[in-house]
């Protein structure tokens, strides 16, 4: 069933206009920040209203700017999980995780929690605060409680950024471990290529508001559609090769660093994504 | 003649303090999350008695409410009851005087709440009214409890709407603060001594209750 959808909004002077789709998949969107990739997700979402479009998840139409249809965001039963996780720091893990469910009786809660505590391996920290635990534990605690309530879609939107090099690999594999258990579209917002090649089946690059390629990681990195996106790989050269695709290494660190400065030193929709982040942060919501 | 004004003054203070928390904490809410127009005139509106003079907001108040205002006429006409020089009036003098402290300060505590979390709450299928109550009541109570005490020691304090609207009865509607006005103009000075000090015991208490509350808001 998967995911498709249309998105047309204008925040300030930044336009998104993308269009795409995607089977029961993991796919990621990739591209720098303020190219409208979260924005994309909070669409999706709900969280925001797009000013023309539709969203479709798993066969049900979520929002549709022709047909009048909108669904509201708690009803459309999405996981996101956010870059700084976004866990109640007023909640214990148990809590937090419980939160995800809505309107079980006690004991099937009780059961419903034990068992994603174990699935994320986070036993024993039942009564642990979210200040309490390491950063690798918060992300399982945020998947967990994005995931007890079976969606059926789950968006990671820069999951990894904050965590430590061997941490972000463990998350890989737990991310992995969530495709094959829960059999749910996965849409991972990211900036590093290194973690599309590793998890995703496709990849949608974005550019300012746009999508620019799509297709397998492989594909992407042979052939990248045009400059912008040989810059976005951080290669500059085309595909020959330097370190970035192979390694998971220092290669890749400097590999998104050559991103960041070629971000930092970008033109053309500089100030239009200045402007996106600065929404995004302050935030128009329409929950 | 001192305790009854001491007694007055607590009553008058917790009645008007328990009003003003839950539509304090509704019209915060409603500030900090809503999207209408003349929001942020609501909000200087009901900034207003906190830099009015007291005398000018008891006016509007006698315009509105005494028997022949625009509301308080109606209400006579009907039950033949009226709400100058009541023990009631004292309350809404402080409601309305206090009010604003306590919307000003639950409406910063909400917005310092990471708005990610109540979308968080949204995407995991919860009503806004659950959101409120699970997610931004508590991360907003050190704030809260802030604002109630400034409001109580507001309300404690109130003094010139209050001589507008519920005068300055002896043993009817002279709270503390107009006993001391009482005693001082009759040159009964050891009589306002004790009551003065007592005042500025309780105001400070509050004042710290406030500060240890507000300072941990982040």
Request: hydrophobic share 50%; net charge positive; charged share 20%.
């Amino acid at each position: 069933m998967g995911i498709s959808l249309t998105l047309k909004k204008q925040i300030g002077r930044f336009a998104l206009d993308v269009s795409w789709e995607a089977g029961d998949e993991l796919v990621a969107l990739f591209g720098f920040s303020g190219a409208g990739k979260s924005l994309t997700l909070r669409l999706i979402a709900g969280l925001m209203r797009p000013d023309a479009g539709r969203v479709q998840v798993g066969g049900a139409p979520f929002f549709d700017s022709a047909a009048g249809i909108d669904v509201r965001a708690r009803d459309r039963r999405l996981g996101i999980v956010f870059q700084d996780y976004a866990l109640f720091p007023h909640m214990t893990v148990e809590k937090n995780i419980a939160y995800g469910l809505n309107g079980s009786g006690a004991g099937e809660r009780k059961r419903l929690v034990g068992e994603m505590m174990a699935r994320f391996r986070l036993d024993g920290l039942e009564r642990a605060m979210p200040s309490e635990i390491s950063g690798g534990q918060k992300q399982r605690v945020a998947l967990a409680r994005a995931l007890i309530g079976r969606p059926a879609l789950l968006m990671l939107d820069e999951p990894f950024s904050a965590l430590d090099r061997p941490i972000r690999l463990q998350m890989r594999e737990v991310i992995r471990e969530v495709r094959s258990a829960f059999g749910i579209p996965l849409v991972l917002v990211t900036h590093d290529f290194s973690e599309v090649e590793s998890l995703a089946d496709r990849v949608i690059v974005y550019a300012g508001g746009r999508v620019v390629q799509t297709g397998a990681p492989a594909e992407v990195r042979a052939r990248p559609a045009g400059a912008q996106v040989r810059e976005l790989l951080g290669t500059g050269r085309g595909p020959a090769g330097d370190g970035v695709a192979a390694a998971d290494g220092a290669a890749a660190e400097a590999g998104a660093a050559a991103v960041a400065g070629a971000a930092a030193a970008a033109g053309t929709h500089h100030s239009g994504e200045h402007q996106l982040e600065t929404v995004l942060s302050q935030g128009e919501s329409h929950v | 003649m001192t305790l009854f004004a001491i007694r007055l003054s607590l009553q008058v203070a917790v009645t008007a303090t328990c009003l003003i928390v839950p539509v304090g904490i509704f019209l915060a809410y409603l500030l900090a999350r809503g999207k209408f127009r003349g929001k942020e005139l609501l909000d200087v509106l009901l900034t207003l008695p906190l830099v009015l003079p007291p005398t000018v907001t008891g006016f509007y108040l006698v315009v509105v409410l005494g028997r022949n205002g625009v509301i308080g006429s109606p209400i006579h006409a009907l039950t033949g009851w009226d709400i100058m020089f009541t023990w009631e009036a004292a309350v809404l003098a402080s409601f309305i005087v206090a009010m604003p402290l306590m919307v000003k300060t639950a409406r910063a505590a909400f917005e310092s709440v990471d708005r990610q979390l109540l979308d968080v709450s949204a995407t995991l299928g919860h009503s806004e009214l659950t959101t409120l109550l699970r997610v931004l009541l508590p991360l907003s109570r050190k704030g809260l409890i802030a604002g109630a005490s400034l409001a109580f020691a507001r309300a404690l304090g109130e003094f010139g709407a209050t001589l507008m609207l519920a005068g300055n009865i002896p043993g009817k509607t002279s709270t503390a603060p107009l006993a001391i006005y009482n005693f001082a103009s009759n040159g009964d000075w050891s009589a306002a001594n004790g009551l003065v000090l007592l005042f500025t015991l309780i105001s400070g208490l509050f004042l710290y209750i406030a500060n240890r509350y507000s300072r941990r808001l982040i």
